[in-house]
């Protein structure tokens, strides 16, 4: 069965320091990743998505992450955190071996920034 | 545009009881997917409603059901409810050949 690991429960920064959140799945075929973030108080939101093709993905906020497939990880960075960047982060996976499209998450990485 | 949308956005119940909670996917979508979070976890797949049927299922007993009618919205049945079921259930929607999923608010259930 799929599943996916991030590493880092919480997190704390201060602003203007760089962040790094890793993420790692364990599926051998072809996968889609995600980055969902979950603000205080509001909804998971799509932070970006890695389907095919360059494996450095933008997403919204100036955040970016890495697939290295021989690693299999997606690591989620951002240059400089804001105090706005607060909220809670969950990695997943779609793998090509299911029926349907279900999102399999991690446990999430709680992200908090001091300013 | 409307999001997706659920509700209630609460509820508490008793153990032992029923509860139904219902979701309608965002304009244009028609593949409907329910997911329970924990405290302090992500989330966990349910199963996934695609033209009426159930296309997915993840590891959840019988007592959870659903049902999705023909305007794509849906619904989930969670029978003899444990202290367990307490948690966010979340509702994700997105058109059938694409994988992307928006979501919805969530209806936190209490179990007492």
């Known amino acids: 069965a799929q599943s996916v690991s991030q590493h880092n429960h919480h997190v704390i920064l201060s602003e203007a320091a760089s962040l790094e959140l890793g993420c790692n799945y364990s599926?051998?075929?072809?996968?889609?990743l995600f980055w969902y973030v979950q603000y205080p108080g509001q909804h998971l939101q799509l932070l970006l998505k890695?389907?095919?093709?360059?494996?450095l993905v933008k997403g919204i906020k100036g955040f970016e992450a890495e697939f290295i497939k021989s690693k299999f990880s997606f690591n989620l960075r951002k240059p400089s955190v804001q105090w706005s960047d607060t909220a809670e982060y969950f990695c997943?996976?779609?793998?090509?071996?299911?029926?349907?499209?279900?999102?399999?998450f991690g446990k999430g990485t709680t992200l908090s920034v001091s300013s | 545009d409307a999001g997706v949308t659920q509700s209630p956005t609460h509820l508490i119940k008793t153990r032992g009881q029923q509860v139904t909670l219902r979701c309608s996917p965002k304009s244009g979508h028609d593949t409907v997917s329910w997911y329970q979070q924990a405290l302090g976890q992500g989330p966990q797949f349910i199963f996934q409603y695609y033209e009426e049927e159930e296309r997915q299922r993840g590891n959840f007993p019988d007592r959870f059901s659903g049902h999705q009618f023909p305007n794509y919205s849906s619904e989930l049945n969670v029978n003899a409810l444990l202290l367990g079921d307490s948690a966010l259930y979340l509702c994700a929607s997105n058109s059938g050949v694409a994988v992307e999923q928006y979501f919805g608010p969530g209806t936190r259930l209490t179990v007492t």
């Open positions: 890695y389907f095919s093709g360059d494996p």
């Open positions: 997943a996976v779609i793998g090509d071996n299911q029926a349907g499209t279900a999102l399999i």
């Open positions: 599926y051998g075929g072809t996968v889609n």
